[in-house]
């Protein structure tokens, strides 16, 4: 699985929005870029991937860049429980299904 | 809605002691089951998957085993733990197989020490 980059923390404030960026390089043509969320001493939570085109769900919002090798997370209001380590992975689409995390981007969030 | 149920969420063992983790989803039926290792700070390493009842694959040789005697039940053994089996052990689903890049549900893990 290609690598991703992220920064190792970020800081917001309550009811603003949040951009967390992603920088994968290296990512393949048949690269999926999936976020997921984990808090401390839980399992991570799903929150939304993406091939080529931007995509939102209720949690967020996924923007991709032109040439697919960076990517941002975008949460349009945090909340205090948004606050939890985000992770970027690019999954082929013909893995079988390890998650390849890297360090991911701390977000803590102020009220 | 569907939900993932993993217990025990802490367990201390000895090294040489059987292991039973069970897993069980609710709210779907066929899921395909995943068991996962998160190594402190590290990725989480697939361990087993299972795409229907009795069907299991294993992704990496170890002394762990996984059986799914039901639907919805997924159990993750061992016969004699090793002090390197130690990690905190994560159940997930999702709808589509593993090669369908389908999003995955996690338990909240189960945290393994083995003194």
């Known amino acids: 699985d290609a690598k991703t980059t992220q920064p190792n923390s970020m800081e917001s404030n309550e009811e603003e929005p949040v951009h967390l960026p992603c920088n994968h390089s290296?990512?393949?043509?048949?690269?999926?870029i999936h976020w997921y969320r984990q808090l401390p001493s839980q399992g991570p939570e799903y929150v939304i991937h993406g091939l080529t085109s931007n995509v939102n769900n209720r949690m967020a919002s996924l923007a991709i860049a032109e040439d697919r090798k960076s990517s941002t997370l975008i949460l349009h209001r945090a909340t205090l429980r948004d606050a939890a380590v985000y992770y970027c992975?690019?999954?082929?689409?013909?893995?079988?299904?390890?998650?390849?995390f890297g360090k991911g981007t701390k977000l803590s969030v102020k009220p | 809605s569907q939900t993932i149920h993993q217990w025990p969420a802490t367990l201390v063992q000895p090294v040489g002691s059987p292991l039973s983790l069970e897993c069980t989803v609710e709210g779907t039926s066929n899921p395909n089951l995943y068991w996962y290792r998160q190594a402190a700070g590290r990725g989480l390493q697939l361990l087993f998957y299972?795409?229907?009842?009795?069907?299991i694959s294993s992704e990496v040789p170890q002394n762990l085993s996984a059986s799914r005697p039901q639907d919805r039940q997924f159990i993750l053994s061992s016969k004699k733990l090793l002090l390197s089996d130690s990690g905190f052990y994560l159940c997930?689903?999702?709808?589509?197989?593993?090669?369908?890049?389908?999003?995955?549900?996690f338990g909240n893990g189960t945290r393994l020490t083995v003194t």
């Open positions: 992975i690019l999954r082929d689409g013909g893995s079988q299904g390890n998650l390849i």
């Open positions: 299972s795409v229907g009842i009795g069907q």
């Open positions: 997930a689903w999702s709808v589509r197989p593993p090669w369908d890049n389908s999003p995955l549900h």
């Open positions: 290296t990512i393949s043509g048949t690269d999926y």
